[in-house]
């Protein structure tokens, strides 16, 4: 019997999203319900809207649940673009009480790693693989011949005295209204950063960004071999319904 679809979370600076999940096929089954992140993005706001969200898409099972956060144990660790009182928060006990269900949590973008190693462009790929979101920040996810090391948080590496994500997210070129060809040399130069740092023999390039693939792509230069994440902006709760599946992040 195929499995029923996953209620799964992936909760970002800007928007929080929410969809059921086929966790076996990897796709989403029906909507995803993209809400703004509320103001500030303080525990009890964001638990609360994801209690509504889950009551407008009706399901049953663990829930999956990606927060832009190191997270270990149910708790998330850190806030870069997120309310400062996450650091700390049992974000799974919080929704589990709101909610009834078994919550299982991790990191967004090691999320959208899974998903990508398990069914999309990292599939059948060993040796060292690394997953970037380019969204509000920079999301790292880091695989050594297909398994996870969670939180590695490159997005915060300082590249020639800047933070990688304050230097080529996806946030910073809208901000500064960088052009492709600006905006991808400062993709590469956090690229040869993490390059010179791993030595990876591929990046898939993940985020909403990457709908605009064909203008920066031809631009991107590295030793590594670079492809395009095959889930985009799904990956995410797609990656974490495939957790909740597992029983762990
Ligand atoms: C956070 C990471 C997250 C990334 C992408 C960073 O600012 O520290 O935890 O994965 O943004 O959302």
């Given amino acids: 019997m195929p499995e029923a679809p996953l209620l799964a979370f992936d909760v970002g600076g800007s928007f929080v999203k929410a969809g059921l999940v086929d966790a076996v096929a990897g796709c989403v089954a029906g909507e995803v319900l993209r809400r703004p992140t509320p103001q500030g993005a303080a525990p009890i706001e964001v638990i609360d809207l994801l209690a509504a969200m889950a009551g407008e898409l009706p399901s049953h099972g663990p829930v999956g649940l990606a927060m832009p ?148 792509a031809p631009l991107l230069t590295s030793r590594a071999e670079i492809v395009r994440a095959r889930f985009g902006n799904d990956a995410g709760i797609i990656g974490a319904a495939m957790a909740a599946s597992a029983g762990n992040p």
């Fill in 69 to 216: 956060a190191v997270t270990k144990r149910g708790v998330t660790w850190t806030a870069a673009n997120i309310d400062k009182r996450w650091i700390g928060t049992d974000a799974v006990s919080l929704l589990e009480a709101r909610i009834e269900r078994p919550v299982v949590l991790l990191n967004d973008a090691d999320a959208a790693g899974v998903a990508e190693m398990a069914l999309g462009a990292g599939r059948g790929r060993d040796g060292t693989v690394m997953v970037l979101t380019l969204g509000t920040g920079i999301g790292t996810a880091l695989f050594i011949d297909g398994r996870l090391l969670p939180n590695t948080e490159l997005g915060h590496l300082e590249v020639h005295g800047i933070e990688a994500e304050h230097r080529a997210s996806a946030k910073v070129r809208v901000d500064r209204r960088l052009g492709w060809v600006d905006w991808a040399a400062e993709v590469n130069a956090v690229l040869a950063s993490y390059h010179a740092l791993l030595w990876p023999d591929l990046f898939i390039i993940g985020g909403g960004v990457t709908e605009n693939w064909q203008y920066f």
